[in-house]
């Protein structure tokens, strides 16, 4: 009944959008009414980033089936500029203004008004001005960019989007980076702006922000709707069952649960990052065992990568506090330092930190363990191939030879290979970063049944990772981590997902 | 996104590994023949006599060996473009030190090599541990080197070195025991690769297929065989030749069977992910600098002995053509790719279009633009060889 009078700015039908091995968006639907703020939620991959891309026209039409209609017109994006022109803007987590320009020049930048051919500045300015006022800033249009702080980089960001005719305006954890004040500043903005009739599409993970201005909401799992919702009709607790789903399948290699001796302690360690001026971690205490898979779990930019990432001496920054490693505080500076402690680190983002592309697959495994398979300068030829084939064979790495690029292989042997380069130096330690983040289902199992082998051996495994599920099903002992802080502990037994989740957000169960 | 490069990558790469591996080195070495074969026509049958092979071989040496370090700069994601400079700066230190200081020819050489590692290290730890981008710190050097040169020698040419000095640039090592250093060269060689393909084969690991295993070394032989008999045919091996090649062999073994020499290629591949494996990224690039510096003063020394003179402007645009050098043999701006091996078969081929041109009396207007179009058109085919296997 109530349909009838609604019309509908975004109607996103049946999106089925597909990669080798993984359905990211399983016939997803997804309507947004004109002029409402829109929350969409969902843990860490369930496919709110794909539909994102697949509405701004990062996924060409044609690589994805379903239909969008924006304001009731049907679309077909071919590339971003056309998803821009009929009306939809995003704003990223990452900014992406030009920091040595000018507020004016960011907010025209491809599209500066003209006269004849020379830039019209006057123009320029005076409408961007006038764009600042409407997102409720009192600036000057030609300060540069790089002079404001992250908050206001946010508005003129907002106010670039508002420069052309725009119908949807779609903020993608757009919090994350702001303090509290500047979040209150943005949830007023946004506020003002549904008063001025612009359609929002607000995607957090705060529970909070998210009750505080959104209308409805949308909760995705798994690449599937799984309901959308008025806010009046949630609460914290409901939406947290939503977003996890009830159901944890067996997917999970069955091990014993055995505890050996203490052999990393970590005691009152916070960590400060110059670059961005802030802290990372916040007085983090924690300890980890021979033969233990230690989880943590956290939302995005809970300090999960940066604590594993300093662990290892990896992280640019400065570290307080006391790393004890077998009942011996060390100093860790450098991934080497970590390295001669027998801790080994798989990186979160394989593609930039983990694979060199030029190179072979055997040079890609050998390279952190050089100086084992050579005496004190020269490389031990034949050993090094032979022990790249025999760890090929024991992590079963499907290639045809060890000589061809990295790059030929899928995710998941890709993944193999970086562990191989890992087990190859006998770790005490392994630390693993989300470990099988972009791999098909039967490599994950694999992934799984190498990583209680090894602790199976006696190896302390730290096991970084968004899905909870893989967390509950893997580990021993769960941190999570929320806001630089451990936020909860939770026993392999006691382990839920809300449990989790109500401790990543911040909350208490 | 990853995997779908990945699967398309996966797709290439099972039918083109031959011509990932192979047609480059094939390529080049097409390219030298090509190019060999039109000046021999264009000169009229002088290109290829005995002795100018043996004049062609002696001139490739300052750039070639120059040329075996920039590849590795290259290959580690830096770039070094004093290195001009540092021959000048060299032959400069060595021809003061002979001529007016009345030093010997071993003192001499020592000092000349220690100038050549500490400039290389100053340009490796700017480079480096300071984190100066290189291009701009070895502009710098490139320009203090030069003005450092005109210091010590006062603008004017230095010349009268010592005869032992000389026979570094222009001696000949005489046929007979030019035919033993090569039969021995050929046999060692031969017996290195038998029995590292025996050592495979006993360890069950996969080798290529006999005949061609049998091909290549013969082929290999062959020509060096031919080579030597062509400079035999003259007076023999030049000095600068059998010096350069010695380098070739034990760069090109660094590069390829030393923890340092694997570690530059993993820099030059991903730095960020060379550091997360345990990689001093600063320290491996300070030695590389280094090894630059040596050999940029190794060439400074041959330049000045066979020229019997350092002159203020001794190694000017030589970065321009190791750099030609080392890409033109297949080393890749964006780090990781490139050999020691291609790097000298490049060299081989800028030296052989100056030679030529020269021959054919080309205006040195003509001979520049022709070398920046060699340039243009080797980065340019491998760019489209690259965009090709992307697309």
Same mark, same amino acid.
């Given at each position: 009944?109530?349909?009838?009078?609604?019309?509908?700015?975004?109607?996103?039908?049946?999106?089925?959008?597909?990669?080798?091995?993984?359905?990211?968006?399983?016939?997803?639907?997804?309507?947004?009414?004109?002029?409402?703020?829109?929350?969409?939620?969902?843990?860490?991959?369930?496919?709110?980033?794909?539909?994102?891309?697949?509405?701004?026209?990062?996924?060409?039409?044609?690589?994805?089936?379903?239909?969008?209609?924006?304001?009731?017109?049907?679309?077909?994006?071919?590339?971003?500029?056309?998803?821009?022109?009929?009306?939809?803007?995003?704003?990223?987590?990452?900014?992406?203004?030009?920091?040595?320009?000018?507020?004016?020049?960011?907010?025209? !930048?491809?599209?500066?008004?003209?006269?004849?051919?020379?830039?019209?500045?006057?123009?320029?300015?005076?409408?961007?001005?006038?764009?600042?006022?409407?997102?409720?800033?009192?600036?000057?249009?030609?300060?540069?960019?790089?002079?404001?702080?992250?908050?206001?980089?946010?508005?003129?960001?907002?106010?670039?989007?508002?420069?052309?005719?725009?119908?949807?305006?779609?903020?993608?954890?757009?919090?994350?980076?702001?303090?509290?004040?500047?979040?209150?500043?943005?949830?007023?903005?946004?506020?003002?702006?549904?008063?001025?009739?612009?359609?929002?599409?607000?995607?957090?993970?705060?529970?909070?922000?998210?009750?505080?201005?959104?209308?409805?909401?949308?909760?995705?799992?798994?690449?599937?709707?799984?309901?959308?919702?008025?806010?009046?009709?949630?609460?914290?607790?409901?939406?947290?069952?939503?977003?996890?789903?009830?159901?944890?399948?067996?997917?999970?290699?069955?091990?014993?649960?055995?505890?050996?001796?203490?052999?990393?302690?970590?005691?009152?360690?916070?960590?400060?990052?110059?670059?961005?001026?802030?802290?990372?971690?916040?007085?983090?205490?924690?300890?980890?065992?021979?033969?233990?898979?230690?989880?943590?779990?956290?939302?995005?930019?809970?300090?999960?990568?940066?604590?594993?990432?300093?662990?290892?001496?990896?992280?640019?920054?400065?570290?307080?506090?006391?790393?004890?490693?077998?009942?011996?505080?060390?100093?860790?500076?450098?991934?080497?330092?970590?390295?001669?402690?027998?801790?080994?680190?798989?990186?979160?983002?394989?593609?930039?930190?983990?694979?060199?592309?030029?190179?072979?697959?055997?040079?890609?495994?050998?390279?952190?363990?050089?100086?084992?398979?050579?005496?004190?300068?020269?490389?031990?030829?034949? /050993?090094?191939?032979?022990?790249?084939?025999?760890?090929?064979?024991?992590?079963?790495?499907?290639?045809?030879?060890?000589?061809?690029?990295?790059?030929?292989?899928?995710?998941?042997?890709?993944?193999?290979?970086?562990?191989?380069?890992?087990?190859?130096?006998?770790?005490?330690?392994?630390?693993?970063?989300?470990?099988?983040?972009?791999?098909?289902?039967?490599?994950?199992?694999?992934?799984?049944?190498?990583?209680?082998?090894?602790?199976?051996?006696? %190896?302390?495994?730290? !096991?970084?990772?968004?899905?909870?599920?893989? %967390?509950?099903? !893997?580990?021993?002992?769960?941190?999570?981590?929320?806001?630089?802080?451990?936020?909860?502990?939770?026993?392999? /037994?006691?382990?839920?997902? /809300?449990?989790?989740?109500?401790?990543?957000?911040?909350?208490?169960? | 996104?990853?995997?779908?490069? &990945?699967?398309?990558?996966?797709?290439?790469?099972?039918?083109?590994?031959?011509?990932?591996?192979? +047609?480059?080195?094939?390529?080049? @070495?097409?390219?030298?023949?090509?190019?060999?074969?039109?000046?021999?026509?264009? =000169?009229?049958?002088?290109?290829?006599?005995?002795?100018?092979?043996?004049?062609?071989?002696?001139?490739? *040496?300052?750039?070639?060996? @120059?040329?075996?370090?920039?590849?590795?700069?290259?290959?580690?994601?830096?770039?070094?473009?004093?290195?001009?400079?540092?021959?000048?700066?060299?032959?400069?230190?060595?021809?003061?030190?002979? =001529?007016?200081?009345?030093?010997?020819?071993?003192?001499?050489?020592?000092?000349?090599?220690? =100038?050549?590692?500490?400039?290389?290290?100053?340009?490796?730890?700017?480079? *480096?541990?300071?984190?100066?981008?290189?291009?701009?710190?070895? +502009?710098?050097?490139?320009?203090?080197?030069?003005?450092?040169?005109?210091?010590?020698?006062?603008?004017?040419?230095?010349?009268?070195?010592?005869?032992?000095?000389?026979?570094?640039?222009?001696?000949?090592?005489?046929?007979?025991?030019?035919?033993?250093?090569?039969?021995?060269?050929? @046999?060692?060689?031969?017996?290195?690769?038998? *029995?590292?393909?025996?050592?495979?084969?006993?360890? &069950?690991?996969?080798?290529?297929?006999?005949?061609?295993?049998?091909?290549?070394?013969?082929? @290999?032989?062959?020509?060096?065989?031919?080579?030597?008999? =062509?400079?035999?045919?003259?007076?023999?091996?030049?000095?600068?030749?059998?010096?350069?090649?010695?380098?070739?062999?034990?760069?090109?073994?660094?590069?390829?069977?030393?923890?340092?020499?694997?570690?530059?290629?993993?820099?030059?591949?991903?730095?960020?992910?060379?550091?997360?494996?345990?990689?001093?990224?600063?320290?491996?690039?300070?030695?590389?600098?280094?090894? +630059?510096?040596?050999?940029?003063?190794?060439? &400074?020394?041959?330049?000045?002995?066979?020229?019997?003179?350092?002159?203020?402007?001794?190694?000017?645009?030589?970065?321009?053509?190791?750099?030609?050098?080392?890409?033109? &043999?297949?080393?890749?701006?964006?780090?990781?790719?490139?050999?020691?091996?291609?790097?000298?078969?490049?060299?081989?081929?800028?030296?052989?279009?100056?030679?030529?041109?020269?021959?054919?009396?080309?205006?040195?207007?003509?001979?520049?633009?022709?070398?920046?179009?060699?340039? +243009?058109?080797?980065?340019?085919?491998?760019?489209?060889?690259?965009?090709?296997?992307?697309?």
């Amino acid at each position: 009944m109530v349909d009838v009078t609604r019309t509908w700015m975004l109607e996103m039908e049946n999106i089925i959008k597909e990669f080798p091995g993984i359905k990211a968006l399983d016939g997803v639907s997804f309507k947004v009414e004109k002029g409402e703020i829109h929350a969409l939620v969902g843990e860490n991959g369930a496919g709110k980033s794909t539909l994102m891309k697949v509405l701004s026209g990062v996924y060409s039409h044609g690589s994805y089936s379903g239909s969008i209609k924006v304001d009731g017109k049907e679309q077909r994006f071919q590339n971003t500029s056309d998803a821009e022109k009929a009306g939809i803007s995003i704003i990223y987590q990452e900014l992406s203004l030009a920091s040595n320009m000018s507020i004016a020049e960011n907010i025209f !930048m491809g599209d500066e008004p003209v006269k004849k051919i020379l830039i019209d500045w006057d123009a320029m300015y005076s409408r961007a001005n006038e764009l600042l006022v409407r997102v409720g800033i009192q600036m000057d249009s030609n300060i540069l960019v790089k002079n404001l702080g992250i908050g206001l980089q946010q508005m003129v960001e907002i106010a670039k989007a508002l420069r052309t005719d725009n119908k949807i305006l779609v903020l993608d954890e757009p919090t994350s980076a702001l303090s509290k004040s500047e979040i209150d500043v943005l949830m007023n903005l946004l506020l003002a702006l549904k008063q001025q009739g612009v359609t929002c599409i607000y995607i957090s993970h705060k529970f909070d922000e998210i009750f505080r201005i959104a209308d409805s909401v949308t909760i995705l799992r798994d690449g599937k709707t799984i309901d959308t919702k008025s806010i009046d009709s949630l609460n914290e607790d409901l939406l947290i069952n939503l977003m996890v789903g009830r159901d944890l399948n067996q997917r999970y290699p069955q091990r014993e649960r055995v505890h050996g001796e203490n052999i990393l302690e970590i005691k009152n360690y916070s960590l400060f990052d110059y670059k961005e001026g802030k802290e990372r971690l916040h007085n983090i205490n924690l300890s980890l065992h021979k033969g233990e898979i230690l989880g943590i779990a956290g939302l995005m930019g809970s300090g999960r990568t940066e604590l594993v990432s300093s662990i290892f001496g990896a992280f640019y920054g400065k570290s307080e506090g006391q790393i004890i490693i077998d009942r011996k505080e060390v100093k860790i500076n450098s991934p080497k330092d970590a390295m001669k402690q027998g801790i080994g680190l798989i990186t979160e983002d394989r593609k930039n930190l983990g694979i060199f592309p030029v190179l072979s697959i055997r040079e890609n495994m050998v390279i952190a363990n050089l100086d084992n398979i050579s005496g004190s300068i020269m490389v031990n030829d034949s /050993e090094e191939y032979l022990l790249c084939d025999q760890y090929v064979e024991n992590l079963n790495i499907k290639i045809g030879s060890t000589e061809n690029k990295i790059t030929s292989l899928s995710g998941g042997n890709q993944q193999k290979v970086i562990i191989g380069r890992w087990l190859m130096r006998k770790p005490k330690i392994l630390i693993l970063d989300e470990p099988t983040r972009g791999i098909d289902v039967g490599a994950k199992f694999e992934i799984y049944t190498i990583i209680n082998e090894l602790v199976a051996n006696g %190896v302390a495994v730290v !096991m970084v990772s968004s899905e909870l599920p893989e %967390v509950m099903g !893997m580990c021993d002992r769960i941190l999570v981590m929320h806001d630089g802080t451990i936020s909860g502990e939770l026993m392999h /037994e006691e382990a839920t997902q /809300e449990k989790i989740m109500s401790y990543a957000v911040g909350g208490r169960p | 996104m990853l995997w779908e490069e &990945g699967l398309k990558m996966n797709r290439e790469n099972t039918t083109g590994f031959f011509k990932n591996i192979n +047609l480059r080195s094939f390529i080049i @070495i097409v390219a030298l023949i090509a190019i060999w074969i039109i000046l021999q026509f264009a =000169t009229d049958g002088t290109f290829l006599t005995s002795r100018n092979i043996s004049l062609l071989f002696r001139q490739m *040496t300052p750039i070639g060996i @120059i040329a075996i370090g920039m590849v590795l700069v290259i290959v580690s994601g830096y770039i070094d473009l004093s290195v001009g400079s540092i021959v000048a700066v060299a032959g400069a230190i060595a021809a003061v030190m002979q =001529t007016q200081m009345k030093i010997g020819t071993i003192p001499t050489i020592i000092a000349l090599l220690i =100038t050549g590692v500490v400039v290389g290290i100053i340009n490796g730890y700017l480079s *480096t541990f300071q984190k100066i981008p290189p291009f701009i710190v070895t +502009l710098a050097t490139m320009l203090i080197f030069r003005g450092a040169t005109l210091l010590i020698t006062g603008g004017s040419t230095i010349s009268g070195m010592n005869p032992s000095f000389k026979y570094i640039g222009d001696g000949y090592i005489s046929p007979q025991i030019s035919m033993i250093i090569a039969t021995i060269g050929i @046999i060692t060689y031969v017996i290195f690769e038998i *029995t590292k393909r025996r050592n495979k084969t006993s360890k &069950g690991m996969k080798v290529a297929a006999s005949n061609w295993f049998a091909v290549k070394l013969i082929a @290999i032989c062959a020509i060096c065989a031919l080579l030597v008999a =062509t400079m035999n045919n003259y007076e023999g091996i030049p000095v600068p030749v059998i010096i350069m090649v010695a380098i070739m062999i034990i760069v090109s073994f660094i590069s390829r069977n030393t923890r340092f020499g694997r570690r530059l290629y993993a820099m030059g591949g991903n730095a960020e992910a060379a550091r997360l494996s345990g990689i001093n990224v600063n320290k491996e690039g300070l030695k590389v600098f280094a090894l +630059l510096g040596l050999l940029s003063a190794v060439s &400074g020394l041959i330049l000045t002995a066979r020229l019997n003179a350092a002159t203020p402007a001794a190694g000017n645009q030589f970065e321009f053509d190791a750099i030609s050098a080392a890409i033109i &043999g297949g080393a890749s701006f964006s780090g990781g790719q490139g050999t020691v091996f291609g790097a000298v078969i490049g060299a081989l081929i800028m030296a052989s279009l100056n030679n030529g041109m020269s021959i054919l009396n080309i205006p040195s207007a003509a001979q520049f633009i022709l070398k920046g179009l060699v340039l +243009l058109i080797a980065v340019w085919f491998d760019m489209r060889g690259r965009s090709k296997g992307k697309n």
